[in-house]
């Protein structure tokens, strides 16, 4: 299997211009497996958040570079790496971030509508989507007539919607109960495998680890196994 994820030597710190006051990432070199899912796992402030962040393009490293599909994410404008997210990244993250006014098939609809879908095409992508996450019946239903669970499947459903090659999670089941937080692996789980979807999530949650093909360790800013 060719590597869809290549990070080398990926450093951040922050500071004034110039300088390096606070190091978070320090020379991280990172190769992640078409088809593999790979948990990122360490302490709070071990740099997990920022490295998935630099990964999906929404944070640029201050030295290193990452390739995505083998394209070189370095020195690419900021709608360069958008269109780069557009087509090849899904995200989930903790806080749902779904729309409160729409149902959940409008919320997943959005994402397509954005990168230039038709209404109809849309509305069939996203009741299919929901349906494939075991949702497919709560389709009509806003964001506060559904569990955390639900809602987080809603989520992977719009991270699913353009047809990435990766889905990139940030404690996705961090604001759930265990019932729900299983229910969310499952539905990764099975996303890597029958669909054949790389994943790559940050977690404290050590459940993953069953989950997961691999477990990265992190620790004050360096992977440690």
């Known amino acids: 299997m060719k590597d869809v994820i290549q990070a080398r030597g990926i450093v ?5 211009v110039g300088s390096c006051e ?3 990432l320090k ?24 490295l998935l962040d ?8 201050t030295s290193g570079d990452v390739s995505i599909d083998g394209e070189s994410l370095s020195g690419l404008s900021d709608s360069e790496l958008a269109r780069i ?9 903790q806080q749902y971030n ?6 959940a098939a409008e919320n997943v609809e959005l994402s397509l509508r954005i990168n230039g879908a038709g209404k109809e095409d849309s509305r069939e992508r996203a009741v299919s989507l929901l349906n494939m996450v075991g949702i497919g019946h709560r389709t009509g239903n806003k964001p506060s007539q559904l569990s955390g669970g639900a809602q987080q499947r809603v989520a992977i459903s719009r991270a699913l919607a353009n047809r990435p090659m ?29 669909e054949g979807y790389t994943i790559v999530v940050v977690t404290h949650d050590h459940r993953i680890g069953k989950y997961a093909d ?10 440690i196994k």
């Open 12 to 16: 951040k710190c922050y500071g004034e």
């Open 22 to 24: 606070t190091v978070v």
């Open 27 to 50: 020379k991280v070199d990172i190769d992640v497996r078409k088809g593999e899912f790979v948990a990122i796992m360490g302490p709070s402030g071990s740099g997990k958040t920022t």
């Open 54 to 61: 630099i990964l999906g393009g929404l944070l640029k490293p």
């Open 85 to 93: 997210r557009g087509k090849k990244i899904g995200f989930i993250f």
């Open 98 to 103: 779904l729309i409160p006014s729409l149902t």
């Open 166 to 194: 990766i889905i990139l999670g940030d404690e996705p089941t961090g604001n759930l109960d265990s019932k729900n937080g299983f229910m969310v692996l499952d539905t990764l789980k099975r996303l890597n495998k029958k």
């Open 214 to 223: 691999r477990i990265v360790r992190m620790m004050d800013g360096r992977i």
